[in-house]
């Protein structure tokens, strides 16, 4: 993988900073130096959470408008807040039922992550899902981590906390299954 530049944007409580975490943690553990930047504004209240990722050689931690080669929305709502960050074509993954309208030029993945977090038994797992579904969706391009790297990733953080890594790793492949079907 090259460098990497991605928006993860949700609200509070939905794991944006987990799932960064992961991310940057995946993008180490390959050798690649990684900044992040987050904000929270009013996230205790349900208010957006925006997460910055850039993973490769960049001089800066905070993604520049029509730099961003990805967007992971963990609503549709977030969409049209940050769809100002990404570059000509690039890509976004939303939890939503339908496509966000608006998004012309760009690749727009749709997973309805929060009726499969129920049906899994854990409604916050939603976070895992869309990473799962982003990375079987780029991954054989080289444009996005492979599976196998973020799973490496999970099973070393929660490699003492079996139960909360067994539910992870249920719901990145879940969000994996739905990308390949």
Known sequence: MTGQQLIISGVGGQGILFLTR??????ISLGMPVMTSETHGMAQRG??????????????????PGRADGLIAMKAENVAIHR?????????????????????GH????????????????P???????????VARFAASGD????????????????????????????????MENAAG
């Open 22 to 27: 992961i991310l940057a943690e995946t993008a």
């Open 84 to 104: 100002h960050f990404l570059r000509p074509g690039g890509w976004v993954v939303v939890n939503a039922k339908a496509a966000p309208a608006g998004l012309d």
């Open 47 to 64: 208010g957006v959470v925006i997460s910055h990722l850039k993973a490769g050689e960049f001089s800066s931690p905070l993604v520049r």
């Open 124 to 134: 916050q797992s939603l976070n895992l899902i869309l990473i799962g579904y982003a």
């Open 144 to 175: 996005f981590f492979s599976p196998d790297q973020v799973i490496g990733t999970i099973e070393r953080r929660l490699v003492e906390k079996g139960k909360l890594r067994d539910a992870s790793l249920a719901a990145l492949r879940l969000g």
């Open 107 to 122: 690749p727009v993945h749709v997973i309805d992550a929060d009726t499969l977090a129920l049906e899994l038994g854990n």
